[in-house]
């Protein structure tokens, strides 16, 4: 066979032949598919409002965080979940440190602990979170929320961690101890 012809007449656009055409489409296929993997990388490492999750090591626990960075996240935060796996939570990321950060237990179905950090990611302060009685059909939803307790900082913060209830007694974080978060980068995904 001529180098550059194909069985029926045809001619190859590459001039080299159909085996190499067939090998290069194949190679056409996977080197696109490698490039959108990287590119769907690269735009959620710096496109994206914030990743899905974040690994975060907390003591010897390694957790697969949850980051709640805009404000509908961070409003939605644990609502509904019928449960936290053990090594599972929320960081909540705020735009900038606040005098004080206050959480509630609205449409939450399971008890949670919370920890409050400053911008440098030292504890201000812990709570344990209880799950309150769910809306009453008949309850008006401003009735509703003015029976849930709030559950505020102690200082001033601008990051939040909920886990499943039970996790602060496991870590035994004390006011002023540091967890490892790449803060600037959180700080830059917050809206």
């Not at 066979?1 to 194909?6: H, N, V």
């Not at 957790?63 to 509904?80: D, H, N, W």
């Not at 929320?145 to 870590?171: C, N």
Request: with cysteine.
């Amino acid at each position: 066979m001529m180098r550059g012809a194909e069985p029926g007449g045809g001619r190859c656009w590459r001039r080299c032949g159909p085996r190499c055409c067939r090998r290069t489409a194949g190679w056409r296929v996977v080197l696109l598919f490698w490039a959108a993997v990287a590119l769907r990388g690269w735009c959620g490492a710096v496109g994206e409002a914030s990743p899905r999750t974040l690994p975060v090591l907390i003591g010897e626990v390694l957790f697969e965080l949850e980051v709640a960075a805009t404000p509908a996240a961070r409003e939605r935060g644990l609502m509904g979940r019928a449960s936290v796996p053990h090594d599972g939570g929320m960081l909540f990321v705020y735009p900038s440190q606040q005098p004080s950060l206050a959480f509630w237990m609205k449409n939450t179905l399971v008890d949670l602990d919370i920890v409050y950090l400053d911008a440098a990611a030292r504890v201000v302060s812990t709570a344990v979170m209880r799950a309150e009685p769910a809306r009453r059909p008949e309850e008006p939803e401003d009735a509703y929320e003015q029976r849930l307790p709030l559950y505020p900082s102690a200082g001033p913060a601008q990051y939040a961690i909920e886990f499943k209830a039970g996790t602060l007694d496991l870590l035994r974080l004390r006011q002023g101890d540091r967890i490892a978060l790449d803060t600037v980068r959180l700080t830059g995904l917050a809206r």
